[in-house]
T-cell receptor, first 115, second 116 residues
Framework: DGGITQSPKYLFRKEGQNVTLSCEQNLNHDAMYWYRQDPGQGLRLIYYSQIVNDFQKGDIAEGYSVSREKKESFPLTVTSAQKNPTAFYLC??????????????FGDGTRLSIL | AQKVTQAQTEISVVEKEDVTLDCVYETRDTTYYLFWYKQPPSGELVFLIRRNSFDEQNEISGRYSWNFQKSTSSFNFTITASQVVDSAVYFC?????????????FGAGTRLFVKA
């Protein structure tokens, strides 16, 4: 079945540590996104990528980094510079990033907590 | 600026009741798209519907219906004869055509509890 796979489901970070969240899609979508979800808040965009080897900052990119070396993969690294990383992270994709009417398909998220 | 407001934080109903989730949006664009997504306890958001700004026809899909009114900038979602499986967080979202493509703004979500 086509879809988006995020791993791990749960992740714990120690102080000063960088951690990487995985996101893989087999939908052949060009565009991929990372969102952060905090309790009682909507989704906030961290980074997005329209195409391989290209990505753009979203609203809350500070303390995060991404890469897009393959169409299928869009890993997110939460760096030690992100002082409040505890949240639920959602990866999404859409057929194309050039047309805003495309619905997004989501993975089932990674919950990150501080040790 | 774009903004999506879902004023209802939580709603609790008893099974078989009808329930309406409100969504009010702000945009300066004439071309935009509105979405509803469902987030069940498993976590992933599931796309429910898309509506473009030029199509104000209401839509019905089974027990779900959507009422889009440009005059009040609202895109409300009604579940008829609610079921326990409808329990989830529901998000309304807005994308504008003039922003360069990629930014979708999500509301804060409405958590719906349907009790048996």
């Amino acid at each position: 079945d086509g879809g988006i796979t995020q791993s791990p489901k749960y992740l714990f970070r120690k102080e000063g540590q960088n951690v990487t969240l995985s996101c893989e899609q087999n939908l052949n979508h060009d565009a991929m996104y990372w969102y952060r979800q905090d309790p009682g808040q909507g989704l906030r965009l961290i980074y997005y990528s329209q195409i391989v080897n290209d990505f753009q900052k979203g609203d809350i990119a500070e303390g995060y980094s991404v890469s897009r070396e393959k169409k299928e993969s869009f890993p997110l690294t939460v760096t030690s510079a992100q002082k409040n990383p505890t949240a639920f992270y959602l990866c999404a994709s859409s057929l194309t990033g050039t047309v805003v009417n495309q619905p997004q398909h989501f993975g089932d998220g990674t919950r990150l907590s501080i040790l | 600026a774009q903004k999506v407001t879902q004023a209802q934080t939580e709603i609790s109903v008893v099974e078989k009741e009808d329930v309406t989730l409100d969504c009010v949006y702000e945009t300066r664009d004439t071309t935009y798209y509105l979405f509803w997504y469902k987030q069940p306890p498993s976590g992933e958001l599931v796309f429910l519907i898309r509506r473009n700004s030029f199509d104000e026809q209401n839509e019905i899909s089974g027990r779900y219906s959507w009422n889009f009114q440009k005059s009040t900038s609202s895109f409300n979602f009604t579940i008829t004869a609610s079921q326990v499986v409808d329990s989830a967080v529901y998000f309304c979202a807005l994308s504008e055509d003039g922003t360069g493509g990629f930014k979708t703004i999500f509301g804060a979500g409405t958590r719906l509890f349907v009790k048996a």
